[in-house]
């Protein structure tokens, strides 16, 4: 048996922390009364969202000059399980697990989805890997998978590609995430238009071997691994690849994976007007794909992807369902600590996105009242919403303070006791 | 009568160069012929090759900060048609003009046309403005035009678009490129999605006046004068709309308006793939829309646009002819030397690119060799085709040395005398 | 007699906002006292706090495509001066102005002096102006000014800039900001080294001419108006040259004068540390030199360099006093309003950083544990503080709700009625 | 006996391309006669001219999401030492290796002269490592290493670079490279000024250690390990520190590690204005620390940094010696092919600076003609300066061809079958 928090610790923290959260939370009640505001309508929603988490964030990262590692990683996709489990029951808001092929291979998938079960998890999208060369692969992605000038390479790519497909089938998820890091590094090295002729083609397997209520998220990224070119580079490639492809096909906005300066929450905008918006990878930066914790960096920013999320919500109704997943690179944390944190400030920016005020925003907008209309947002953003949060965890029957509670449990000790081998590559934390 | 530089001259001066172009001609010649090169081929190649002057671009431009204006600068459409000329006469690379309106506007077409024929110049592509307010406009654009929330903004900015059609039809352009500096400054202060519909409502009404023959070039632009949300700002939005709203629209790309670190190139090819490549505005670019001479900062980047002109040629035949056009500000140089100058580094780029060993890329390509495909750009790149330039001026009637005959005809004093008035707003070149 | 808001308007206008102020106070002094805050102390610090404001601000700014004016803006520096009055009415943070010259030359400084003084405003440092030409100047800046290679131009500009001293001397001014836009459009265009020899020995000369109690402030930026090599482009050529100068000379920091993505905050500490942190321009930026409000793009960036700012205090004691200015330029907001809310921005950003937990978020530091070292700024980012700036703000006469109050009052159509004149170059608020 | 490329076949190499070098070098030097240029003192400029090798750029090297191995490769620094051998013998432009510690640690100093000798390579400046955590080490970097608040780990920093220094003093090295990767994540991580005042502390020790003829190159580097904050971010701070420290504290340039749109060859003025231009880490790239080959991306910049040099070495005269390295990873290439062609292409630019024409250029500077002064620096860099390349390398025993000279030898075929084992951690090429 490996070591849960037990709803008794949990609760005995949570009585600790729970008369300062009713004060915090009566108080905001207040404010939020005088300008109209609903506390408890807030808290529902709060309760209801959900982020998923990704398999692979559990283990500490690294960049390609070092890895520094924790204490007690997980072994496996079952001690990831574990300990996504631990941060699905104390946030309530993690109920998926996105998994990563082949790192999260297993010959069981009847005890795979039984352990996601025990926590209360499901899972989210499948995540195929041709960026690394897998142990016994016959043929190198050095130069490309999905877009390599070897048709046999290709072939292995998609093959790889459906059968992630089959073993997501088998685990309960629907839908497929692509990111390849195909491209080239200097001039001339690619023909630019071949290669994206050559990924359309194998996409369209791909594409083809989906189940009917699959959809499958294209991913775009400026650069790394590739530092010319590559050949899915930006949401503009991505969108007219997924129109190529059909409706299944939808457009995945990682956080990290833009020019300097872009207007994230715009194109984010865009991809919802034209139908193409399928889902995020959260996380933060300030260089390049930092693959930060979520809101370290710019909460502001997240703040205003959700007031784009917002709008589309209230536009498109509840056929308007994109996929949430943390994405994120842990090289100097707790991962478990970070992925809870990062949870949190995702769902702040969504409670703080509810508290727009529309109907003012959007008078304001017809007045070309710049300044009342951005104060609106800036209202909403600067409300302090943790006491919801904490609120909507507690009657959830998570922790009103998370990382307090993960910590008092000494959960990592435990499984530090538990887990004694070193952790491998399959750990490692690097999407 | 005005000053233009007579035929006698020009020969004059091309007599003085000639020995030195005759024997750096042959050692190329020799040079190229070893690799299995035909410089006559080349020289016809560079004689066919124009890239259109942007009317505004022969005065001189500025910055928010100041303008410091020249000597003799053109005062009306009249003029700049004299400078475009002169630039055409020693260069014979230019025959083609693009006007600006109101900036151009003339009551009397006629009188235009026949003062370009002299020339021997023609009517490119036509410019609408909704970026300023022209005098005694009855709505102002300070909140938008083709995107504004009010009606009657939009219905003037449409009715412009369409009186620039019309003007233009009058002088025999063929296309309408649309820029429109619509966006907000502050987070909130549009609707991003709603101001995209109400652009493409817009330019619904305009595209339905077009003629049978024209295009209509769709601009897009990172920043400035919109300094938070551009409407129209990545190739993405500009494909997506020109997808929106026929055959006739098309994406136009200058160099200078994508985020940092874009690869401008890939969107060159991937515009090509999908048919959607209009066009160019030529300049150059540090740090954002600086409009610098081209080829004057990072000429292998034009040289690699080229190169993806040459691919997408190869592939689309006699059907691919996007239009090529100067866009510049020149603010320290005299505007003729550098718009001579400019059309000569795109010209190089071009017969750089066909330069390139075709076949030798595309067999290293395959090979995944990398460094020897890289080297085969490189060698094409570092070719001086300079003597194969100035040998097609030479036989097409131009200058040799364009930028040394027009120094030495002091074209610009003789305009000094001849244009007594301080340069207006409408030659201000900052577009 | 020009329309000022009276007191009795002002207190009316209080009067409505203030239960709800009272109550958001009490509450937010609550939440404070639970976690040791004392909202006293920080009402106390706000109430201290104050920005100086641009002359050039209170007028409609611009882009080098247009300038949409508002209307009743202020035609000279008397009308100026009554605008600064309002805003500091309002705010009670605005105590200061910063003029620049020769916009805003008078010959009669004692009526200037006394315009102030009836609203409560004193003089903060001057500014220089070498990146125009003034009507009448004998050599133009077209090709630089402290850096120009000729011996007459580098005079003209110094002596301009030692008549600005004498100027802000005769005002009760302490320090002039010396921001010259030299720079180079073209490789090769200067020698670089040579530029900055130019420039300090220019600057030298102004700096010989220094009263004794005065600073020097020299403004760095990455571009524009020079768009290949600015001479003055980053912190390290500002600090380089703020050593070489003298113990007066130090660096101001605009945030909007940097690289993409570079780490502001961190340029803070720096210069703190090598003693050279002369003070800032604020505002706000996604691109360029945006010149935005300050913190409507990036709130939390704002809030960080504040932290670096109080750990500098706590360093330096009440030797640490950088000058705190806002520069910005509103094109699509009433100006007024814009300052009004931007120097309760940066003031919020101020007791934010005061909330901070020093000595946890130093025990945390210690302890490598970034998640509660992040965590401890956060909370502090988080609060909503706007009810001590409120509360300041009354109890040092001002306005519960400086834009409410502003728009209640018609300030704006009074001074439409009263100015009639078109605003001319000198209210353009471009810098 | 391990295989090394016989004289015999270097020199039937040549022979079978000498008729066409010696066409393109008639030409190139009839071409430069004309402009008053000498042939062969260009090659006698270029056959002096020498970049050092890294020791670890032999080794293929990855990005932290994979590494694709090639055949072959070097296993220790006997390894690395033969094939840095080949890289000089075919371009004779290499004489330097910049070693590794602990990579390239070996415990026979002298067994390694010796094998450098052979080569006829000598050592140049040595790097240590503290940004990963070595086997056995006692402490870890994980948070840090000459910046880290425990005093051991920093003391344990320290240490390793004196040991550097003694070791690199036994090989006959003459200077010190400091990188450290040192940085937060998080905003609050740090104390950002006292990391700085740990790393100067940590420094001083360091640069006590020195002998008399050594020198301390400083490098600094934007971002990457670090992804918020970087200790030594920029120029600014390591142009402080190397202030601080002392006479034998200069500054290193590694053309990757500046903020998006940085002017380089600025800051290479700079420096050497100001006296601390220590050298340089030549690469190229277009994103982050891409690491890419040299020239690759931007051979404009690279002509453009020479360009400095050329200036900086007329002012200073013969004390101006900056270090020359390559500092490259090369993940799709083969490293030898890589670093050859890399060798080169530095040198191109050295001797493409060479040929500018500085009387003219310094005269349209002073007539402020920036596009002559453009042109002249264009006119250098169009010049294909391949032929004198290639006749210095002939003249000094090396390949006309290096690439096609190592190819044809099947060199890498026989470190294949010699070097069995699977290449290490030593070897992968990330710096």
Known sequence: MT?????DFLAQHNAREQRRLDADYDALAGMLQCRGG???ALVSLAAGFSVALPSWGVGTGGTRFA????????RNVFDKIDDCGAIH????ATPGVSLHFPWDRTTDARALREAAQQHGLHFDAVNSNTFQDAAGQEHSYKFGSLTANDPAVRAQAVAHNIDCVELGHALGSKGLTVWVGDGA?????????GALERYLESMRAIYAALPADWLMYIEHKLFEPAFYATTIADWGTSFACATELGPKAKCLVDLGHHAPNTNIEMIVARLAQFGK???FHFNDSKYGDDDLDSGSINPFQLFLVFNELRDAAVREGDAFKPA????????????IESLMTSAVEVQRA???AALVDAQALSHHQKNNDALMAAQTLKQAFRTDVGPILAMARLRNGGAIDPVGCYRASAYRDHKRAERPQAAGASSSGIV
Chains 1, 2, 3, 4 share one sequence.
């Open 3 to 7: 070591y849960r928090i037990s709803s």
């Open 38 to 40: 609903d506390i408890e």
């Open 67 to 74: 890895r520094f590692p924790g204490k007690g990683e997980p």
């Open 89 to 92: 029951q104390l946030t309530r």
């Open 185 to 193: 590094n200097f001039p001339g090295q690619h023909n630019l238009r």
């Open 277 to 279: 918006l399928g889902g």
């Open 324 to 335: 949430y997943m943390l994405d994120q690179s842990h090289n100097v944390t707790d991962p």
């Open 350 to 352: 969504y409670i703080q």
